[in-house]
């Protein structure tokens, strides 16, 4: 089995990445062409035996990558709405923006971002009568800076609603009350670190104590809702309902109703995608692989939303994804290895990401994701299950939450005891990130070394030059 038999979505998505910034500057038939000949150029030089079936699965995948990015162009150059409204909408979103809040409102005319003063913001499931205008999303300030308009599109946002009224019509009954209620038993019910634990992984919310602490450790991403938190639930459904006939559908129910829950971030829904693959596979007969399930999962969310490609969070996630998936079936390589090695490959897969946006990157991470990972796999589950009597408002049930708030301090005094040692950015990390990738794919697909190294060359020679263009 090779790349183009076992994972044919790689290299589209491969194509994907390395052209949409050049969306711009390219219309769409010559994006389209242009990502369609490097798919058509990689399996020629990934894939060794050629034959007639080969040809024509080469040409359905060259033909695929065309149509993806020739639509992805194309959606990146959709024009929006501007002008006065005069309609209904309800909040589907709520959170801080710099001094005020930002609330995400879906009308008949489409989805908008209103900026508002704290007193004049309204809960997510709150029906109101609108009036303002509309104006189109601001862009980055300064070169590399924070795109505003991209971060906006990435969440269906078409424009940024200027209100000049609004009238409170109530509450509806929506999964955006649920969350809002749910979001003020949590508040006002549990105590500091199980509180800010259970926001962040069940409604995606942000505490911004925690967020500190755990930036400096270097596992900031356990506060995201990601892989690690939709494959824990997954898991809990699954040991929940694999007796049932349709276990798979079950588990996908649970699975999606978790991720609209938390808010269906890019990470979370790029999970679900995976997920959903991997379990529809065996139940239609078909085994599925985990490399191309992550290419699949993203490249569907690039042709839903293209802006996704500039989200931190769907980087991250896709990254992180394909190097666990694809050490995880590498073949010829113990799993204590592959464990010892897991954590430092990710370091290095996201250090240029993580220190392009905040300037620097902990080094902690490189050891405390060594237990991270299982640790908050037992902590998270026992901590919502320690916070039901609670939330629930029985009797006594501000004791059970003594058990999760006392197991989070413990995790706090062990990674606090570790000196914080933090890297700053450096221009060689986004060519060895990209150079550590293509290894681990190299050794999962077993590509001879000759051709693993002519790839090696050319992505990060093509990377040299979009970091020197852009």
């Known amino acids: 089995m090779d790349l183009l038999a076992e994972a044919p979505a790689v290299p589209v998505l491969l194509s994907l990445c390395l052209f949409l910034p050049w969306s711009s500057r390219l219309p769409p038939p010559v994006m389209g062409a242009t990502a369609a000949l490097f ?15 080969r040809y024509v699965m080469a040409a359905l995948v060259t033909t695929i990558s065309f149509v993806v990015a020739f639509y992805c162009s194309v959606r990146l150059d959709e024009n929006y709405l501007s002008g006065t409204i005069d309609t209904t909408g309800i909040v589907v979103a709520e959170r801080s923006w710099g001094t005020g809040r930002a609330m995400v409102i879906d009308t008949s005319e489409g989805r908008f971002v209103a900026k508002v003063p704290a007193i004049r913001s309204h809960l997510e499931g709150t029906e109101l009568d609108l009036s303002g205008e509309v104006v189109p999303l601001r862009g980055a300030r300064d070169k590399g800076g924070f795109d505003e308009r991209l971060y906006w599109l990435a969440r269906g946002v078409s424009g940024e609603l200027i209100v000049g ?95 609209l829950l938390a808010g269906g971030a890019a990470s979370s829904v790029r999970a679900a995608l995976m997920i959903q693959l991997a379990t529809l596979g065996p139940a239609i007969g078909r085994p599925s692989s985990g490399v191309n399930s992550v290419a699949l999962a993203a490249i569907a969310l690039l042709a839903w939303r293209p802006w996704w490609f500039w989200d931190l969070g769907w980087r991250l996630s896709v990254s992180c994804a394909l190097v666990v998936t694809a050490m995880a079936s590498t073949k010829g390589v113990s799993t204590w290895k592959k464990a010892l090695a897991m954590s430092p490959l990710l370091w290095v897969v996201t250090a240029p990401m993580i220190a ?114 852009l």
């Not at 104590?209 to 995201?224: F, I, K, N, P, Q």
């Open 39 to 53: 798919t058509l150029g990689s399996l020629m030089v990934l894939s060794v035996k050629w034959d007639r079936r």
């Open 356 to 469: 392009g946006a905040f300037g620097s990157v902990s080094a902690n991470g490189l050891i405390l994701n060594l237990v991270a990972l299982p640790v908050f796999g037992v902590l998270l589950p026992l901590a919502v299950f320690c916070s039901l009597p609670s939330l629930l408002g029985l009797p006594g049930g501000d004791i059970c939450t003594l058990i999760s708030e006392g197991a989070f301090k413990l995790w706090a005094l062990g990674a606090d005891s570790i000196p914080f040692v933090s890297v700053g950015w450096n221009p060689w990390f986004p060519a060895l990130a990209v150079g550590v990738v293509t290894i681990v794919m190299i050794l999962r697909f077993r590509i001879p070394v000759y051709r693993g190294g002519v790839l090696l060359l050319v992505l990060v020679s093509l990377e040299k030059l979009l970091m020197d263009f």
């Open 165 to 259: 009224k609004s009238i409170d019509r109530g509450r509806t009954f929506s999964l955006g009350s649920l969350r809002s209620n749910l979001r003020r038993r949590i508040l006002l019910r549990l105590p500091p670190l199980t509180r800010g634990y259970l926001l962040a992984s069940l409604l995606g919310g942000k505490d911004p104590d925690l967020e500190r602490s755990h930036r400096r450790w270097g596992t900031a991403h356990l506060l995201a809702v990601s892989g690690f938190h939709v494959g824990v639930v997954a898991a809990l459904a699954w040991v929940a309902f694999r007796r049932f006939r349709l276990a798979w559908l079950f588990v996908s129910a649970v699975v999606w109703l978790y991720v």
